[in-house]
């Protein structure tokens, strides 16, 4: 299951980026055509990789794990059970809470989560863009709505915070509302290729119970921690760092389902069909062990770095193409679009194809994957396109409705701790959504990377979408030759100017 090495070498070295902004969608479709359908023909050995991140990734594991149960029991129907108070004699405040007291309401962010990411499972077919669409022109006013319930309640420092977000939101949104019908058009035709492998849906589920099992664990402690007897600074430190383990674990098991999903995706695309008779046999139950196996430590090490450099990419990007003629402001923006683009080259979700159809190293399939987006022009494409951010904004919608939920009725309850009980219940909505999200996600990244392989397999599966994709393609190149045109124009100009003046 590896894809040829020759095609990343023969790409790189014969389009350089001169020839990459004038080039023909339609000549480079054909130039990996010849060997496509035979890169999965023979299946080597896979070797375990980065197996320094997977190891730290099961240490921080056990030990949280055994953290939880002791911070859970500390406040377990009896108050300093396990005489942890003695040694936070400084910071305490006295108070009597129990943990069974504020487990309930993590349940309920469970619960509600849960709800919601099968929702979107059960309705992907019928009801996907849609929900999308909902999802990207709703959220700004959510965050708003949240913002002025937070100064009714008199938390001042969230308001703003959320107040800040809508504004950032609502600004994102504009910046890239011309890009939304692409977008959309490649969401929809990864929601078919998905929906027509139902077995990846079931895995979608699956782990979505073994998220929820670990989340059972790791709300216990939580309500350990909400019930303690530390000051409120001792207790957000710690939700902080019980919220980074949390998403870090939560990233590793979508990235997990990325993986596995990403390989169905490659070989259905590759073989022509998933009634295929090339098609190798088991082929979900291989990639489920290659992802949780020699893979696993790839998928742990990406997990911590890939959805932040994202994030901030894409708001990078969407400041930048509305900054206009504030030179001042535009180079610095460059500096960081420019750091930014360094870094997402050794740290991509289209890494994780990669690692699915040929088990390398997460840098090395980073780096392979963007040099061949690069080499083939298609990285305009993808720049162009905001699929991974409107699945953010589904992800984050979801979980602001389960903070919601858990709000509302620890309001009810506990006033004092509605923001600490909200913010941990919104980030257990975020993870369960984003499971049910990175089914659609994978199929986009393995579509594109199928495209840059080799854009005959798009063809042969959907003709009409392939010529849509390709038609882009070549605006997105002649934009950017035109753009650079102008940038070289423009210097010459000035070049010219200074000589003249003197004289």
Known sequence: MNISQSSYSSSSSSVNSASVATADPNVISSRRSADSSQTMASEPSRRWRDIFWLG????????????????????????????????????????????????????????????????????????????????????????????????????????????????????????VIDRLPFT?????????????????????????????????????????????????????????????????????????????????????????????????????????????????????????????????????????????????????VDFLFHLVETLVRFFNKYAYVQIAVSGKSFNHSARDAWELFQSTGVEALIAYDCSGAVLLMGTLLGGLITGTCSGIWTWIKYRDRVVMVGSTAMLMGMVLVGLAMVVVESAVTSIYICYAEDPLLIHRWDAEFFNQMSEMLHQRLQHRSSRAREVLTHHRFDNHTQETLPA
């Open 56 to 175: 730290v990734f099961l240490i921080q594991l056990v030990l949280m794990g055994c953290a939880l149960t002791v911070l859970g029991l500390n406040r377990f129907k009896k108050t300093d059970r396990l005489n942890i108070d003695r040694y936070t004699q400084g910071f305490l405040e006295n108070q009597r809470g129990l943990t069974e007291n504020y487990w309930p309401l993590y349940a309920l962010a469970g619960g509600v989560g849960t709800v919601l990411g099968w929702t979107w499972l059960l309705f992907l077919s019928s009801q996907a863009n849609h929900m999308m669409k909902v999802a990207v022109h709703i959220l700004t006013t959510y965050l708003a709505v949240i913002s002025v319930l937070l100064f009714w309640m008199e938390q001042f420092f969230w308001g703003v915070a959320f107040a800040i977000g809508a504004v950032l939101q609502f600004l994102y949104v504009i910046s």
């Open 184 to 332: 959309m058009l490649v969401l929809q035709a990864a929601v078919k290729m998905v929906w027509s492998l139902r077995e990846v849906m079931r895995v979608a589920y699956a782990f979505m119970l073994i998220m929820l099992l670990w989340m059972g664990i790791w709300s216990f402690g939580a309500a350990g921690v909400v019930a303690s007897s530390i000051g409120d600074g001792g207790r957000w430190w710690l939700l902080v760092v019980l919220s980074i383990s949390l998403f870090w674990t939560g990233a590793v098991l979508c990235n997990t389902v990325h993986v596995i999903v990403s390989g169905m995706v490659f070989l259905v695309l590759i073989h022509g069909g998933r009634e295929a008779s090339s098609m190798p046999p088991n082929s979900l139950m291989k990639s489920l062990r290659y992802a949780v196996t020699t893979s696993f430590g790839s998928i742990c090490y990406g997990s911590l770095f890939t959805a932040a450099i994202r994030t901030l990419r894409w708001k990078i990007r969407g400041l930048r193409s509305k900054i206009g003629n504030n030179e001042c402001l535009l180079c610095c």
